[in-house]
């Protein structure tokens, strides 16, 4: 994976969740210093592995102490930059294993985390792009996981926000696919497991993650066609490294 970044040298390192496997101090202290490591501008997500599972009453009473006092106090960051606009939504809470949700608090701050105008002067038309933990609509490769609760909603509240590209994974598969209809175009990139050989279905003792590539069109004129690329890429044990192994164009409004 390092290897991958500083041959690509994306504009930002994505983790959508699950940084560790038991929410342990050293753990998060590992998942800092990897991500710091790579020398470029990353963002990261609670997974609810990042909760702790059998530390009961830390669990209950201080279900995210060990996230930000070892890995970072922010559990929702947000990056901007003259064409991207990426925001972070926590979906991993105490009281459930495996299942996310959305809060009500979450859901009504959506449009005001995305900036009401999507350029900047003199910039070309943003693209803006959610992340969360768990999915929000059920793509075939998933495999019937349940979506996090009030997925409808917050859909909706992302195409009401102009929200181009959803981030999410949990699943351990990689799947990328349009949402169901919530008024916009609205691209669905769910990672794979990317550090473990925790992966799922096909995807079983692999190691994959997704390169997107973004094309926000020409600065000038009436012609403003944007939109993303997606590389799934797939670690070959025989030549020792991530290889593409589809690829998705995705158009955006």
Not at 163 to 170: N, P, R, S
Request: proline letters at 5%; hydrophobic letters at 35%; one cysteine or more.
């Amino acid at each position: 994976m390092e290897e991958l970044v500083a041959e690509r040298r994306p504009d930002l390192v994505v983790v959508s969740g699950d940084l560790t496997q038991r929410a342990r101090p050293e753990q998060f202290r590992q998942a800092r210093r990897f991500l710091r490591g790579l020398g470029l501008p990353y963002l990261a997500v609670p997974g609810n592995h990042d909760v702790p599972m059998y530390r009961v009453w830390e669990r209950l009473l201080d279900r995210y102490g060990a996230y930000r006092r070892h890995f970072s106090p922010d559990l929702e960051p947000s990056f901007r930059d003259a064409e991207l606009e990426v925001v972070g939504f926590n979906t991993a809470f105490n009281l459930t294993i495996d299942d996310g949700r959305f809060t009500p608090r979450q859901l009504a701050a959506v449009g005001e985390r995305f900036r009401s105008d999507g350029s900047t002067e003199g910039d070309g038309p943003k693209v803006r792009i959610a992340v969360a933990h768990h999915p929000v609509a059920a793509l075939p490769e998933l495999m019937g996981w349940r979506t996090a609760r009030r997925s409808g909603e917050a859909l909706r509240a992302f195409a009401a926000a102009g929200v181009d590209l959803v981030l999410a994974g949990h699943v351990h598969v990689a799947a990328v696919g349009l949402a169901p209809d919530c008024g916009r175009r609205l691209w669905l990139v769910h990672s794979g497991t990317s550090t473990s050989r925790r992966g799922r279905g096909t995807e079983r003792g692999c190691n994959t993650c997704n390169l997107i590539s973004l094309d926000t069109g020409p600065q000038d004129a009436e012609y403003s066609r944007r939109s993303a690329t997606v590389e799934q890429m797939l670690w070959s044990e025989q030549d020792g490294r991530f290889e593409t192994e589809a690829v998705h164009d995705c158009g955006l409004e």
